[in-house]
């Protein structure tokens, strides 16, 4: 069975500076998907960002990157310049391509704080 | 209104009371979906619906019994639940469930307390 891993429950950064979020997932398949959620205090979870394992390019926006590494089963997320607003519960997701069609797995969560 | 909105947003319940959450999605979707987030633990897929056809039940216990009417509407019918099901549970819905993975919309949830 599938497995998402975040090993950081809590991390905190300074405004306007940089933050990587950890995660890594435990798959026997080759093609799937990755995702971070945001879940900011308010409980709408809204998708931050999407990476497809076919692709070697890692998915980008704005202000949010992340370092897809397929071999190493890890996908981390990076925040520059980082904002009061991106305070947050961040959830690492995985989703089978083909397989049980919108199961998203998720891992715990990492609680983001924002230091002004 | 716009979105996925949940109601009630917090429900006090006993264990032996029958009570019933409501998600309704304004996004044209036809997929829609139940998750459960306990404190510490992985956010839960319960039910997934996709047409008004259930895809996919999660071994979830039967004091849970879903209810998909049409696209736009999904309950969670509650009755004889236990003090461990408390925990926020979460409506979300997306296009369709389908091999290429759309974008799942999520709702504020319902934090529910059973006592």
């Known amino acids: 069975a599938q497995t998402v891993t975040q090993s950081q429950p809590e991390m905190s950064v300074q405004e306007a500076e940089t933050v990587t979020l950890s995660c890594t997932y435990d798959?026997?398949?080759?093609?799937?998907?990755l995702f971070w959620y945001k879940q900011p205090p308010s409980r709408q979870m809204i998708l931050v960002i999407r990476q497809e394992a076919y692709k070697q390019q890692n998915a980008t926006e704005n202000r949010f990157s992340v370092n897809f590494q397929k071999a190493a089963k890890s996908f981390s997320l990076k925040i520059s310049d980082s904002q009061l607003g991106d305070a947050a519960m961040y959830f690492c997701?995985?989703?089978?391509?083909?397989?049980?069609?919108?199961?998203?797995?998720f891992g715990k969560g990492t609680k983001l704080s924002v230091k002004p | 209104e716009t979105g996925v909105t949940q109601t009630p947003r917090h429900l006090v319940m006993g264990m032996t009371n029958k009570k019933s959450l409501k998600c309704e999605q304004h996004l044209g979707h036809n997929a829609m979906y139940w998750y459960k987030q306990s404190a510490k633990k992985p956010l839960e897929l319960m039910f997934v619906y996709n047409f008004k056809e259930q895809t996919e039940n999660n071994s979830v216990p039967s004091r849970f019994s879903p209810e998909c009417p049409n696209s736009s509407h999904l309950f969670l019918h509650l009755h004889t639940l236990q003090p461990e099901d408390s925990a926020l549970y979460l409506c979300?819905?997306?296009?369709?469930?389908?091999?290429?993975?759309?974008?799942?919309?999520f709702g504020p949830g319902t934090r529910l307390t059973v006592t």
């Open positions: 798959t026997s398949e080759s093609d799937y998907y």
């Open positions: 997701a995985y989703e089978d391509y083909g397989g049980s069609q919108g199961n998203l797995i």
């Open positions: 979300a819905s997306s296009q369709s469930v389908a091999e290429s993975s759309y974008e799942q919309y």
